[in-house]
């Protein structure tokens, strides 16, 4: 039962039994990129990788404990990295998105926002509620601001309660 204390300690086990566990690394990197400790996080997507050359799971951790570190172009080549391994993946395409906007490409993070829209269909979400506040927020800096109002809108239809999406109406 020691195993599961969490899922760091779970998934350091799970390497222990089977070293070369691509599915354990990619887990044990997301519990870690959880408790914002990057470089560890960074380390065991790297490792993940090293075992199986081609992880979308890990390719979007990496873009993430990137991003999280202030690397804006290494989580755009990984973030294009788990796109191009599983382009049906709306998270993916909103992580991207939010990388581009912070970069300053914001035609391009919004159509992937929008992409990411398209691909989650369930308008109720939670995800969708994010996306659609990412939009929203890009739109804004665009100064276009009934679109922005839109998006802001939809993200509280399903977020009623979200403090950020108030105060940007």
Not at 33 to 59: T, W
Not at 86 to 100: A, K, M, S, T
Not at 138 to 147: G, P, S
């Amino acid at each position: 039962a020691s195993h599961w204390r969490d899922g760091e300690t779970l998934w350091r086990y799970a390497i222990s039994v089977v070293p070369d566990n691509h599915i354990a690394y990619s887990n044990l990197g997301d519990s870690l990129l959880k408790k914002n400790r990057f470089d560890e996080a960074i380390a065991a997507y790297e490792q993940a990788l090293g075992n199986e050359q081609s992880s979308d799971v890990a390719e979007n951790g990496l873009g993430s404990a990137f991003a999280q570190t202030g690397q804006t172009e290494a989580a755009i080549l990984h973030y294009q990295k788990a796109i191009a391994l599983r382009p049906e993946d709306p998270e993916y395409h909103n992580n991207y998105g939010i990388v581009l906007c912070e970069k300053g490409s914001l035609d391009d993070g919004i159509a992937q926002y929008r992409r990411a829209l398209e691909l989650r269909p369930d308008r109720a979400d939670l995800h969708n509620a994010e996306t659609e506040f990412n939009l929203a927020s890009a739109l804004l800096r665009q100064n276009r601001i009934d679109e922005a109002i839109t998006h802001f809108r939809q993200s509280l239809a399903i977020q009623p309660n979200d403090p950020d999406t108030h105060d940007n109406l």
